[in-house]
């Protein structure tokens, strides 16, 4: 009786502080919920989140510890690098941080034209977000106080067409991301949305998929044993469907 009692007071305890969390904008969304919506000065304009984007597209929103600063600053070249890629994937980006509109701007005409002569030039066409008031942040649990009370972790939110959220990333504020895996992730989680199937270990595309449970049924196999070709096993409870491309 008082374990059951103890029991109940730790997960009356927990949902408390979540919920405490939450009403205070430090909750985290979960995977599988309706990313935040919210609107926001941008470099692009004003922008309502995640709605203005088009809708069969997937989304990313990164957010930087601040502008001006060497680590962000390589990553905003890089994705800048890979926007053609992005968008042959249906993929939007955006970016937030927790300066201003006006430093934004600043921030982007210094990477699109003040960077040394040997370094090739781009151009930021996806929208660097305002959020100097941290609500946006906050709202997207991407305030981390034991890092910092007023800038963002790296943090990566890919939305699905629904606008569910399908994965997160965080990373502390000295280590750039790996922009490929991320790629690789958008790939990933549009390959099991389409097959209905699972990505194995350090998957790539193209390569074979999981099922989540035996491929056929005895009729089926006795209506047609061939139909077992598509399929193999390396242990009796882990079934591959091999991947038949074009």
Not at 35 to 64: C, R
Request: net charge negative; charged share 20%.
């Amino acid at each position: 009786m008082k374990t059951r009692t103890l029991i109940l007071g730790l997960l009356l305890v927990t949902g408390s502080l979540l919920n405490a969390q939450m009403k205070n904008g430090k909750g985290i969304p979960m995977i599988g919920s309706v990313a935040p919506s919210f609107t926001a000065e941008t470099t692009n304009g004003l922008l309502n989140f995640p709605q203005d984007m088009p809708g069969h597209y997937w989304k990313i929103l990164f957010s930087h510890p601040q502008d001006f600063t060497p680590v962000c600053t390589s990553e905003i070249m890089e994705l800048a690098k890979m926007q053609d890629e992005f968008e042959s994937h249906a993929v939007k980006i955006a970016i937030i941080s927790t300066d201003t509109k006006d430093r934004h701007l600043l921030w982007k005409n210094a990477i699109e034209t003040a960077l040394n002569n040997d370094v090739e030039p781009v151009k930021v066409n996806f929208p660097l977000i305002e959020d100097d008031k941290l609500e946006i942040s906050k709202m997207y649990g991407m305030i981390h106080d034991n890092a910092s009370s007023t800038k963002t972790v790296r943090g990566v939110f890919i939305i699905d067409p629904d606008n569910k959220i399908q994965a997160i990333f965080y990373y502390p504020m000295q280590v750039g991301r790996n922009m490929d895996e991320i790629i690789r992730t958008v790939q990933a989680l549009q390959t099991v949305r389409a097959s209905h199937l699972s990505a194995p270990v350090n998957w790539k595309p193209g390569q074979d998929l999981i099922i989540p449970h035996y491929p056929v049924t005895a009729e089926q196999m006795a209506k047609d044993p061939s139909i077992m070709d598509d399929y193999y096993s390396p242990g009796s409870f882990l079934w591959f469907k091999k991947r038949l491309l074009p």
